[in-house]
């Protein structure tokens, strides 16, 4: 409705600093321990709302970014309260880092990388509520589809087998908790993993869970061709030690730098 809301926010004086920062660190006090309400939790999410407002406008996007504000939503995203209150705060936040990795602006892929991002999202797809998952891994999925990530991802081992490791333990939570939602933001990762494809995507675990979302029951077959297809071989089911060790050692140079094999099955995963 108001479309210069971005900038007059951002440019009117003591509006982000005096008003909103302010509703959003009040609120600190209440994370450890415990004590959020869900009033005060609703304050801080209308005032992630309005700052999001100014991180997506292409006018105040780039000082907002440079004021690094998104730091400010760390402290919830660090918290493991399972109260609605939490799980309110905690999404929305996610859904902050969301709209900014929308964007497709490699600056803001720059910064979200600098901030450690990935690192924070991963830790969220293995340990957050079903909707928080799906955010995080929505969030890693659009910003890896940028070169300067995926050169940061596959530059080390340790990087890659990171999230190779989160994307598996994902598909084996949900073999006993299936979510179509979430299943079919996982498998888009899990192409990645052409030597480390968890097997509970390739024996049928999630037929009855997909069986009435035919987008989502059509992509895992084409998972397995895409895999199966230009590797030459099929997908292992886990990864082990001494798959990781050829995966290490075929995929990653002694430079530090990607192998392009591997940099083009990730961005298949996410493009």
């Known amino acids: 409705m108001f479309n210069d809301l971005a900038p007059l926010l951002w440019y009117s004086f003591g509006t982000v600093a005096a008003a909103l920062l302010q509703e959003i660190v009040s609120v600190y006090p209440a994370l450890s321990p415990p004590t959020l309400s869900a009033r005060a939790a609703t304050r801080a999410c209308n005032a992630l709302a309005l700052l999001q407002t100014v991180a997506a406008h292409p006018e105040t996007r780039a000082p907002f970014l440079e004021a690094a ?59 957050g509520s079903e909707l928080s998952k799906t955010v995080a891994t929505f969030i890693v999925q659009k910003i890896m ?14 990087c ?25 933001r996982v498998s888009r990762g899990c192409t ?8 509970a995507l390739r024996n049928g675990t999630f037929d009855n869970c997909l069986r009435d979302d035919p987008a989502a029951r059509n992509f895992l077959p084409q998972l397995l061709d895409n895999l199966a297809g230009p590797a030459g071989r099929a997908p292992h089911p886990g990864p082990g030690p001494r798959n990781q060790a050829q995966v290490a050692h075929h995929d990653v140079n002694r430079s530090g730098r990607c192998n392009p094999e591997l940099a083009t099955s990730l961005r298949l995963s996410f493009g």
Not at 94 to 111: H, N, P, Q, R
Not at 145 to 158: G, S
Not at 161 to 181: E, W
């Open 192 to 199: 990645a993993l052409r030597t480390h494809l968890p097997e």
């Open 145 to 158: 589809r940028d070169e300067v990530v995926l050169q940061h991802i596959c530059a080390t081992p340790e």
């Open 160 to 184: 890659f087998f990171q999230a190779a490791s989160v994307l598996a333990n994902m598909v084996i939570a949900l073999t006993g908790q299936p979510s179509t939602r979430l299943l079919k």
């Open 69 to 127: 504000i998104p730091l400010y939503l760390f402290p919830f995203l660090n918290t493991t309260s399972e109260a609605k209150s939490f799980e309110h705060l905690r999404v929305t936040s996610l859904g902050f880092l969301g709209a900014l990795a929308k964007v497709d602006d490699t600056e803001v892929v720059k910064f979200l990388l600098k901030i450690e991002v990935i690192p924070l999202c991963l830790r969220i797809m293995g340990t």
